[in-house]
């Protein structure tokens, strides 16, 4: 029988371990074969070397979820220590891995492998297409890698776009002027962007243009220099949409492409964009395809099996 010592010693053990240790009483359900043993700030676990290693590995994916939302769930431990288990999503805690320090003391980071790879890619490529399910932080991370060239000055602007494209529902009958009606569309974009920048900052940013946001088809005649710019839910840009914005591309620009293509609200007669720029582009040097799956979902437990679902009647 082998032993391992894990401290928490930065960390709450009430926050960890939950009240009456409610937390640490359902990890364990999930290790019937470990005898785990908590004393304040440090975990005694002991058991064969095969599970004491998937015990850490779940564990320390378990404070990486806390390092960003500043809480453990029960939603939150039974979607990790369920994942699966043929491949580790674990990724390392070092601050490098840091994306951006976000309001409330928020640490903005990519948190699966896949999410990962985005990143490296967005690094050594200036322009990255991350394809996948709803949840798997697509949009989040491109924010991310956004706001932290802005911050690091590597870019002047960030371009963020979306295609306005009515999910059975009726943009005209919506009240309001133009902004009024397109606002909705473009609501996720303004939400990561308040996670990660203080909330004076991002209005400033917003009035003097440093940051913009708006439809797909603003975008057209335009050369984006010395801009970070991201296209959010591609799947619903035609072929002429989105061979229009990757042509926007000026000098020291980076471009993300980000979408679903379960999720197309394209008119019958109309084919999706992103699913004919995966055959168009994916040999040409400089332009990398991310696909992500559901086992990058971060959202609640019930997306995951929900994404199954809907996978197993398609196929």
Do not use: W
């Not at 431990?77 to 994942?83: K, N, R, V, Y």
């Not at 940013?205 to 797909?216: F, K, N, S, V």
């Not at 999706?272 to 799956?293: P, V």
């Amino acid at each position: 029988m082998s032993e391992k010592i894990i401290s928490i010693e930065s960390y709450s053990p009430l926050e960890i371990y939950g009240v009456n240790d409610k937390n640490l009483n359902i990890i364990k359900k999930f290790f019937p074969k470990l005898k785990i043993v908590a004393r304040g700030d440090i975990i005694k676990v002991l058991g064969n070397d095969k599970d004491i290693k998937n015990f850490e590995e779940r564990f320390s994916l378990l404070i990486l979820n806390y390092d960003k939302f500043g809480k453990i769930s029960e939603d939150d431990i039974e979607q990790i220590m369920q994942s699966d288990n043929n491949q580790s999503y674990l990724i390392s805690e070092q601050n490098n891995d840091i994306l951006v320090h976000g309001n409330r003391g928020l640490l903005v980071k990519a948190r699966t492998i896949n999410q990962q790879r985005m990143v490296k890619s967005c690094y050594k490529n200036d322009l990255v297409f991350a394809i996948g399910p709803a949840g798997t932080g697509k949009t989040y991370t491109a924010v991310a890698l956004a706001v932290k060239a802005l911050k690091n000055k590597e870019i002047r602007r960030i371009v963020l776009t979306r295609p306005a494209v009515e999910a059975g529902e009726n943009l005209g009958f919506l009240p309001g002027d133009l902004k009024d009606k397109l606002d909705p569309y473009l609501q996720p974009l303004y939400d990561a962007l308040r996670d990660m920048l203080p909330t004076q900052k991002l209005l400033t940013y917003l009035e003097d243009g440093t940051i913009e946001i708006a439809p797909l088809a603003f975008m057209r005649g335009r050369t984006l220099d010395n801009v970070f710019a991201i296209l959010d839910e591609a799947q619903n840009a035609t072929e002429g949409q989105l061979k229009m914005f990757v042509t926007r591309m000026g000098r020291s620009a980076k471009f993300i492409v980000t979408g679903d293509i379960t999720q197309i609200d394209l008119p019958n007669n109309q084919s999706s964009g992103l699913i004919h720029a995966t055959k168009m582009l994916k040999n040409i040097h400089g332009i990398d395809f991310i696909f992500l799956d559901n086992r990058d979902v971060i959202r609640h437990k019930l997306v995951t099996k929900i994404i199954n679902a809907y996978g197993r009647e398609n196929n």
